[in-house]
C-alpha cells in the first residue's frame, strides 16, 4: 500500500471501531464528523479524513464545528442524538465530500506512518500549527 504526505491543513480521524466494507455514505460521514473531544485547532483544518486500518476511506471539507449532537445522527452513531450531558465538551464537523483532486490524490492511501504505535488518540493533526 503506498503511503501518502498530506499536504493540506486536515485532521485524520480513525474510525477503525465503527468502520465496516458495506457502509453507506451517510454512515461513513457520521462516524467521522463526530462525536470528539477536540481543542480549537480544529478549526484551522481544512479537511476531515475518515481513516481505518490506515487507510484513508473518505474525505470531507469541513464547513463549520459545532457541539456534538447538535444535528442528527444514524446508526452506528444515534446515541450522539441523546441530549443528557454526556456529549458536553465533545464537538461534531458539518462538511461534505471532498473535492474530487482532494479525493483522488488519497483516498485508499495509507497514512499508517501518521500514528505512533501504542498511540489510542483518534485524531492527528497534519499542517496545523498550534
Not at 474510525?15 to 467521522?32: H, P
Not at 486500518?53 to 471539507?61: A, D, L, M
Amino acid at each position: 500500500m503506498t503511503e501518502i504526505n498530506i499536504t493540506e491543513p486536515a485532521l485524520l480521524i480513525r474510525t477503525s471501531r465503527l468502520f465496516n466494507e458495506g457502509m453507506t455514505a451517510r454512515q461513513l460521514y457520521d462516524i467521522t464528523r463526530g462525536v470528539w473531544k477536540i481543542g480549537k485547532d480544529r478549526e484551522k483544518a481544512e479537511y476531515a479524513f475518515c481513516v481505518a486500518k490506515g487507510v484513508v476511506q473518505e474525505i470531507y471539507s469541513i464547513q463549520e464545528w459545532q457541539p456534538a449532537g447538535s444535528t442528527p445522527y444514524g446508526p452506528p452513531q444515534q446515541d450522539a442524538n441523546i441530549k443528557d450531558g454526556r456529549w458536553d465538551g465533545r464537538w461534531e464537523f458539518i462538511g461534505k465530500v471532498a473535492p474530487e483532486t482532494i479525493r483522488n490524490k488519497y483516498i485508499g492511501r495509507s497514512v499508517a506512518h501518521y500514528f505512533a504505535m501504542g498511540n489510542a488518540n483518534p485524531i492527528y493533526y497534519v499542517n496545523i500549527k498550534a
